[in-house]
């Protein structure tokens, strides 16, 4: 089967430079929802990762009749009993551990940062991992999953400012930096998003020759 194009379906500008750097050596029209003439909203209601990042796939590629990729991702501290995890875009505004104002000229991933900071004051266990849930679906056909961790612990303090969320305070085993004092190709080396990518495009290159 030939599939020319696919719909990398999301808005999160972070996401979108990094996947489409992933996808530069694969021969495959990669669209985001920046090219689309129309947008449609779709809630991330449900209660894993895999769900949320399903739902989407099976709602945009119905909407725009392609095949798309969707991602749901975030964080999971182990002192916290897996907070942020599906909460970690809006964590700022949940009940979970009260709620966190985001302040004049700050983003919500600041927020964010601040609260987790704040949950984590007299914590010794930082441990905590990235979590990456990739499901490509062509629609009205089939669809697969996959799936990434990046594992390591929340910094004291936020450092570098070249990555996107949580970044910032997030240390990757191994290392002594924040994944924010990362390069893009860097991250892309280790990270989950990256693993997720590896595992799908591996997949994709068996089934669309095959098909
Ligand atoms: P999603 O768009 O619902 O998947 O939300 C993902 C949220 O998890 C983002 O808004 C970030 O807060 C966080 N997140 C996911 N992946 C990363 C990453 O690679 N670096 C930093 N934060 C991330």
Redesign the pocket.
């Known amino acids: 089967m030939i599939v020319d194009k696919v719909l990398i379906a999301?808005k999160?500008k972070?996401?979108i430079r990094e996947f489409k750097k992933l996808f530069e050596d694969f021969d495959i029209k990669v669209l985001t929802l920046e090219d689309m003439p129309e947008s449609i909203e779709v809630e991330?209601d449900r209660q894993t990762f895999l769900e949320?990042a399903l739902k989407k796939a099976k709602e945009y590629a119905d909407f725009y009749k392609i095949p798309v990729i969707t991602?749901?991702?975030?964080?999971e501290v182990y002192a916290l009993n897996g907070y942020p995890g599906i909460y970690?875009?809006r964590f700022y505004s949940i009940d979970f551990g009260g709620k966190e104002e985001v302040r004049e000229n700050e983003t919500k991933?600041n927020a964010?940062i601040r609260k987790l900071l704040r949950l984590l004051k007299d914590k010794t266990n930082r441990k905590a991992r990235?979590v990456?849930n990739i499901v490509f679906y062509i629609p009205e056909k089939y669809g697969v999953w996959t799936e990434g961790y990046l594992y390591g612990k929340i910094a004291e303090v936020p450092k570098g400012d070249k990555?996107?969320?949580?970044?910032p305070i997030?240390i990757p085993e191994g290392y002594s930096k924040t994944?924010g004092e990362f390069d893009i190709e860097e991250k892309n080396k280790i990270?989950?998003?990256a693993k997720a990518t590896y595992q799908l495009k591996k997949i994709l290159n068996k089934l669309l020759k095959n098909d």
Do not use: I, M, Q
């Not at 991602?71 to 964080?75: Q, Y």
């Not at 990555?163 to 970044?167: A, K, L, M, Q, T």
């Open positions: 999301t999160n972070g996401k991330e949320n991602e749901d991702a975030g964080l970690s875009a991933d964010n990235f990456s990555g996107f969320g949580y970044d997030f994944l990270s989950h998003r």
